[in-house]
């Protein structure tokens, strides 16, 4: 039997979206765990064929119990080499683990909505290995950017928040987007947190929807080139394990 994927998430309500779908596809059993909910983490990540964490109204710098708790699932999960994919919340934490600072913006700028994605060369070059093209923008839910780890690879930048995409080495993968938005997630989002729509930066809610429309797309496309090269599949990610076991 196939190792499942470790996934975590920060809300009741939330799901892993697209990014959940795809792993089923490709043959992973999800294991969904809610650390603010009360569910524990494991400690073996061997256990796992990989490790999603995704985004969340929190901040990595929160003083709560569960964020060190994250924190370090995370730099257990990069030291033993398994794959990590973080998604907003997740590429904050992931840089905590790396002793990197998060922080808020100094204008109090934020990104809610579709935004510009420029990848870096070096972003271009993997993308090209992979098969992959960029996305010109990709959806944004967040406040609060962060410092690139060192000896971390930059692979997109944006305008108001300049580190977009990051890996280290080739099975640890930072987005400060989220690829993982279906339109029905978009429109919970913009509903349910409607609020945010007033801050500095954030798009209005038919913003949101048109960006769907328009980007989605190329989103789904990269997503899915992206997945195959982080992770591959449940029968190939038990094969090579069992190789490298002899």
């Known amino acids: 039997m196939s190792l499942p994927v470790l996934i975590v998430l920060h809300q009741e309500q939330s799901t892993p979206g697209r990014v959940g779908y795809a792993l ?30 995704f985004g969340g109204p929190m901040s990595a710098n929160d003083p709560e119990p ?5 924190i370090r699932l995370i730099a257990r999960t990069v030291e033993a080499g398994t794959p990590f994919l973080g998604l907003c919340l997740g590429a904050q934490l992931l840089c905590r683990a790396a002793g990197s600072r998060v922080w808020k913006h100094p204008d109090e700028e934020t990104e809610i909505g579709y ?13 090209a290995a992979q098969g992959a093209v960029w996305p010109r923008a990709v ?11 060192k000896g971390a690879e930059l692979l997109a930048e944006g305008d ?15 987005l400060q987007f989220h690829p993982e938005v279906t339109y029905a997630m978009i429109c919970r989002w913009t ?15 038919h913003e949101h929807r048109a960006g769907w ?20 599949r449940a029968g190939n990610v038990q094969r090579m394990a069992t190789v490298n076991a002899v």
Do not use: C
Request: net charge negative; aromatic share 12%.
């Open 24 to 53: 089923r596809q490709r043959g992973f059993a999800l294991d969904i765990r809610r650390p603010p909910l009360g569910d524990p983490l494991p400690h073996n990540v061997s256990d796992y064929a990989g490790v999603v964490v």
């Open 191 to 205: 509903t349910r947190a409607f609020e945010r729509m007033n801050h500095k930066g954030a798009q209005a809610p």
């Open 160 to 174: 108001a928040f300049t580190h977009q995409a990051f890996r280290m080495g080739p099975r640890t993968l930072a």
């Open 139 to 149: 959806y944004h839910w967040h406040r609060e950017g962060f410092d690139l780890p």
């Open 66 to 70: 569960w964020i060190d708790e994250e």
């Open 213 to 232: 429309f328009e980007h989605d797309h190329s989103v789904r496309l990269w997503l899915d080139v992206t997945l195959d090269s982080w992770i591959g």
């Open 115 to 127: 935004y510009p994605l420029r990848p870096t060369a070096a972003g271009e070059e993997w993308a």
